[in-house]
């Protein structure tokens, strides 16, 4: 079916109705207009983000610079760029290197499937995680700074750290639970693999960012 080539947007709602026919139509020369859904993704978060962390003031996120005298107004003004360029970095990392690693496992789990073809299906797939920063993006508009603050310091207060990490991800929520779906389903369709080992398969990258969230310092 990859063959019968469906306009861009008739593809996108297509997979995200009904993404078991239509990743099929899904090819490898959909690589870029799957590559745009990451890039939406990547720049709904950078921004959610920037305006987050120019919020919450630097001696509320790191409060032992001021312990050491250093002083944070300057570093403040910056931190919301730097901020969108590191969650820029990390998530778009973060999407190539899973994507890799779910190709690899699907081989090893007798799956044959083309690596490119899944990038773009991967791609559609983060569907879901781009329309949750795009919500994103409009609560760190309207919200207050106190608010924010308020809410940085109850997730800091969270004491079980593998609690603390799985939270951290963003992953075990609505939209996470919907792109694992939809990640599964291309799983099952370019590597011909059934539903529970395609679903494993999706699962191993999740698990594997709860994993380093949870060795990472508090």
Do not use: C
Request: aromatic share 12%; proline share 3%; net charge neutral.
């Amino acid at each position: 079916m990859s063959e019968d080539r469906k306009g861009y947007f008739e593809l996108l709602l297509g997979v995200l109705r009904r993404p078991g026919e239509y990743f099929g139509y899904v090819g490898e020369g959909d690589l870029l207009r799957g590559f745009l859904v990451v890039l939406l993704m990547v720049a709904l978060a950078a921004a959610s983000t920037s305006m987050y962390m120019s919020k919450i003031p630097l001696e509320v996120l790191v409060p032992q610079l001021g312990e050491l005298g250093v002083d944070v107004g300057e570093l403040g003004a910056s931190m919301g760029l730097f901020s969108a360029v590191g969650s820029s970095v990390t998530i778009l990392a973060g999407w190539a290197l899973s994507t890799a690693i779910m190709h690899g496992l699907s081989n090893l789990a007798g799956g044959r499937g083309s690596m490119k073809r899944f990038f773009a299906m991967h791609g559609f797939a983060a569907a879901p995680h781009a329309f949750n920063y795009a919500l994103r993006t409009v609560d760190a508009y309207v919200s207050s700074s106190q608010a924010l603050v308020d809410y940085y310091r109850a997730s800091q207060e969270v004491s079980v750290k593998l609690l603390r990490a799985v939270l951290g991800t963003n992953m075990f929520t609505v939209f996470g639970v919907a792109g694992l779906i939809y990640v599964t389903y291309a799983l099952s369709e370019n590597y011909q693999l059934d539903r529970r080992r395609a679903s494993l398969i999706a699962l191993v990258p999740v698990l594997m960012y709860v994993f380093l969230s949870y060795l990472s310092p508090a």
